[in-house]
């Protein structure tokens, strides 16, 4: 049979792509897959013609002896808060269609169906629409890896009731605590999905909680979060109502994990008065344990989607608030996370027109240039070979256009489209989490680059190639909208809101660190130092203090968890290059064309680091790294100010004490490579 009603679900092709149109299919034409008649065939008024091929045979049934999910619909939760609480986990019945999706993932042109299928289509060219292959062949139905579903295993049930315990009541569970700016796409999803959870299961999140019922809520939300999940919908509604109301998973209550506050009084900017508090650290606690046994569970039950994605992106970042950045479980989790990125196909996002934009399409897009970004941020702390290359990936960028707009109507969402400029920026002057991402990503495609010369094994680049990339870095940020464009004055403008002072912050810190990179690549390329690199260090650093200055007066508090990370990323390479001018002073035989670039500026600056360095304990993530750097740019600072000899006259021979050294793993960050006692004396002159 044919579909042609707007409510069927879409076809998946066997490589993870939709299946297209019969009058496109035919034409080899590129289709947008909207239904009930796709774009194409209603501009060539073949309204009549456009059908989506349909097995004849039934889809079959699961035999999971787990419950089904049931609708997510307003009916639904009402029956629930004017009734009894769940029965039993088999009385609970599903009337909601969710396609099954296309294993195992997404196969590209290379892949061993990809000939198979172009055969399967010249047949169906030669013999006609009777004779398309049956969908139970383009469809491999997911069998979770949990075993029989009859009874749980010991380890999934622990995992389950340990999850669930720690879900906040409904007065405190409904009150979500987001970062200003940095949640993007998934904030909306958030408040919905909070609401349809109090509102369906409230009863089970009572004082006491038995464990019997506990156990009876497991069951489906595993039965749920084994179920298929379309990435494919293009309905906001529909998309949402795979996973809200008594279709919760656990990719969901995983995702709310981020941004509940387990204990009361316990959020950051609140708490932290110099150090972390023990309220704090016990919420954190709480989070991390829930956010990770919540992935693993969706690793038992689920095949991935996109929601699976973001839970393992932030398992990511939580790690490495736990343990620093370098160490090898952000790394594995890092690596999974680009594993999962490309199984479900979210590098190949294909979207050639406008029209065709959606909002899954925007969820993918939004999760590729994010983790792409994400991607180049830990090679650049680590100097190991990024995990995803854009030279292998498609995915346009996002558009420019608010989340809450993402998961409007239609209408709303392809007006919003058609308003941005011809390169996809919204022309409101708005900054949105999506206007982060797009800058972002085009600063990442840069430093990719930056990283094939500085990491790769071919011969020496020339210096006419890195001033090439120079002038496109400066290029591409100049025509970044107006409302990203940094003004040192924004620190001191109280008329600049904090999404748009982080936002113009963090940028401007981005492209600074490119500008760091390509300057030391120059100076190893024997192009002549003009004080570029100097001033670039000089704007690093004080551009990184004030997340930790300013939070006396709690302008930037809640980034306060960012702290580390942003000195330790910028601020301490380039502290490094600051420490080099005061042991091998140049500024008092060519002054510096920057006036505020003088020696006492140096010195003050790398005074106010040190105390932030200090602030950090030695305990935390990164806590090694930030000790060492104190300790090295505080025996600069004494061995300049102490000097019996004049301060403008360098000593004939760098005399140091090696006893402390601080080693970054990447090699252009690591500008203390004259700490060291092997280091060449012939390439200080280079630095």
């Known amino acids: 049979?044919?579909?042609?009603?707007?409510?069927?679900?879409?076809?998946?092709?066997?490589?993870?792509?939709?299946?297209?149109?019969?009058?496109?299919?035919?034409?080899?034409?590129?289709?947008?897959?909207?239904?009930?008649?796709?774009?194409?065939?209603?501009?060539?008024?073949?309204?009549?013609?456009?059908v989506y091929i349909v097995?004849?045979?039934?889809?079959?049934?699961?035999?999971?002896?787990?419950?089904?999910?049931?609708?997510?619909?307003?009916?639904?939760?009402?029956?629930?808060?004017?009734?009894q609480p769940v029965q039993s986990p088999l009385t609970v019945r599903s009337d909601t269609q969710v396609p099954n999706l296309a294993r195992p993932g997404y196969l590209?042109?290379?892949?061993?169906?990809?000939?198979?299928?172009?055969?399967?289509?010249?047949?169906?060219?030669?013999?006609?629409?009777?004779?398309?292959?049956?969908?139970?062949?383009?469809?491999?139905?997911?069998?979770?890896?949990?075993?029989?579903?009859?009874?749980?295993?010991?380890?999934?049930?622990?995992?389950?009731?340990?999850?669930?315990?720690?879900?906040?009541?409904?007065?405190?569970?409904?009150?979500?605590?987001?970062?200003?700016?940095?949640?993007?796409?998934?904030?909306?999803?958030?408040?919905?999905?909070?609401?349809?959870?109090?509102?369906?299961?409230?009863?089970?999140?009572?004082?006491?909680?038995?464990?019997?019922?506990?156990?009876?809520?497991?069951?489906?939300?595993?039965?749920?979060?084994?179920?298929?999940?379309?990435?494919?919908?293009?309905?906001?509604q529909r998309w949402m109502s795979q996973f809200t109301g008594e279709n919760m998973r656990w990719e969901i209550i995983g995702l709310l994990s981020v941004f509940w506050d387990f204990v009361p009084g316990s959020d950051a900017a609140a708490m932290w008065k110099g150090k972390r508090s023990a309220a704090f650290d016990r919420g954190f606690s709480i989070s991390r344990e829930n956010l990770q046994l919540c992935f693993e569970l969706c690793k038992e039950f689920s095949a991935g989607n996109s929601l699976m994605l973001y839970l393992s992106q932030r398992c990511t970042v939580i790690h490495s608030m736990f343990v620093g950045d370098a160490e090898l479980l952000v790394w594995r989790s890092h690596a999974e996370s680009i594993s999962l990125l490309t199984f479900l196909g979210f590098h190949a996002v294909e979207e050639k027109h406008r029209h065709q934009a959606s909002v899954s399409n925007e969820v993918k897009k939004r999760l590729f240039h994010h983790l792409f970004t994400m991607a180049m941020v830990v090679v650049s702390f680590t100097g190991r070979p990024p995990l995803i290359a854009s030279r292998y990936s498609?995915?346009?960028?996002?558009?420019?256009?608010?989340?809450?707009?993402?998961?409007?109507?239609?209408?709303?969402?392809?007006?919003?489209?058609?308003?941005l400029d011809e390169r996809g920026w919204n022309t409101d002057g708005e900054i949105y989490p999506s206007t982060r991402i797009?800058?972002?990503?085009?600063?990442?495609?840069?430093?990719?680059?930056?990283?094939?010369?500085?990491?790769?094994?071919?011969?020496?680049?020339?210096?006419?190639?890195?001033?090439?990339?120079?002038?496109?870095?400066?290029?591409?940020?100049?025509?970044?909208?107006?409302?990203?464009?940094?003004?040192?004055?924004?620190?001191?403008?109280?008329?600049?809101?904090?999404?748009?002072?982080?936002s113009r912050l963090f940028v401007q810190l981005e492209h600074l660190q490119n500008m760091f990179f390509i300057e030391r690549l120059l100076l190893r390329s024997g192009h002549e130092d003009n004080g570029d690199l100097l001033?670039?260090?000089?704007?690093?650093?004080?551009?990184?203090?004030?997340?930790?200055?300013?939070?006396?007066?709690?302008?930037?508090?809640?980034?306060?968890?960012?702290?580390?990370?942003?000195?330790?990323?910028?601020?301490?390479?380039?502290?490094?290059?600051?420490?080099?001018?005061?042991?091998?002073?140049?500024?008092?035989?060519?002054?510096?064309?920057?006036?505020?670039?003088?020696?006492?500026?140096?010195?003050?600056?790398?005074?106010?680091?040190?105390?932030?360095?200090?602030?950090?304990?030695?305990?935390?993530?990164n806590g090694d790294l930030c000790n060492d750097a104190k300790s090295v740019i505080q025996r600069v600072l004494d061995r300049t100010l102490n000097a019996a000899s004049s301060v403008y006259e360098p000593p004939a021979v760098l005399e140091w004490d090696f006893s402390t050294q601080l080693d970054f793993n990447f090699d252009l960050l690591d500008t203390f490579d004259w700490n060291r006692p092997d280091f060449p004396s012939s390439q200080q002159s280079n630095q």
């Open 1 to 50: 049979m044919y579909a042609n009603n707007p409510n069927t679900p879409l076809l998946i092709r066997r490589n993870g792509r939709p299946q297209a149109c019969d009058p496109c299919r035919k034409r080899k034409l590129a289709c947008d897959h909207t239904q009930p008649v796709c774009s194409r065939c209603k501009k060539r008024k073949q309204d009549a013609d456009c």
């Open 55 to 83: 097995s004849g045979t039934k889809t079959p049934v699961s035999t999971s002896p787990l419950p089904s999910p049931a609708p997510s619909t307003s009916s639904a939760a009402s029956r629930h808060r004017n009734s």
């Open 108 to 236: 590209g042109p290379t892949s061993y169906c990809n000939i198979y299928e172009d055969t399967e289509n010249s047949l169906s060219l030669l013999q006609g629409p009777e004779t398309s292959t049956p969908q139970s062949e383009n469809v491999s139905h997911h069998a979770p890896v949990g075993g029989s579903q009859n009874v749980m295993s010991p380890r999934v049930r622990d995992m389950c009731l340990t999850v669930l315990r720690n879900i906040p009541s409904a007065t405190q569970g409904s009150m979500l605590r987001f970062k200003p700016g940095s949640d993007g796409w998934i904030r909306p999803v958030a408040l919905q999905a909070v609401k349809s959870l109090y509102d369906t299961f409230k009863d089970y999140f009572g004082v006491n909680r038995s464990t019997t019922k506990l156990e009876e809520l497991a069951r489906i939300i595993c039965a749920n979060t084994s179920r298929p999940f379309s990435d494919n919908e293009t309905d906001p």
């Open 394 to 419: 498609s995915t346009p960028l996002p558009f420019d256009i608010s989340d809450e707009v993402v998961f409007s109507d239609e209408e709303t969402f392809m007006k919003a489209v058609e308003r």
């Open 438 to 502: 797009r800058a972002r990503t085009m600063i990442a495609a840069i430093r990719e680059e930056l990283f094939e010369i500085a990491l790769g094994n071919e011969e020496a680049v020339s210096v006419e190639t890195l001033l090439k990339l120079r002038a496109r870095e400066l290029q591409t940020v100049s025509e970044f909208p107006a409302s990203l464009h940094f003004d040192p004055t924004d620190l001191e403008n109280p008329e600049v809101d904090i999404t748009t002072l982080s």
């Open 535 to 621: 001033k670039v260090s000089y704007e690093l650093v004080t551009l990184t203090l004030p997340w930790y200055d300013y939070l006396n007066l709690d302008r930037l508090a809640a980034f306060r968890n960012d702290c580390e990370w942003l000195v330790m990323a910028y601020a301490v390479p380039a502290g490094g290059i600051l420490c080099l001018e005061l042991l091998r002073p140049t500024l008092h035989i060519r002054p510096h064309s920057d006036p505020r670039i003088t020696r006492s500026n140096i010195i003050q600056k790398l005074s106010l680091l040190v105390a932030y360095l200090n602030w950090v304990s030695p305990w935390g993530p």
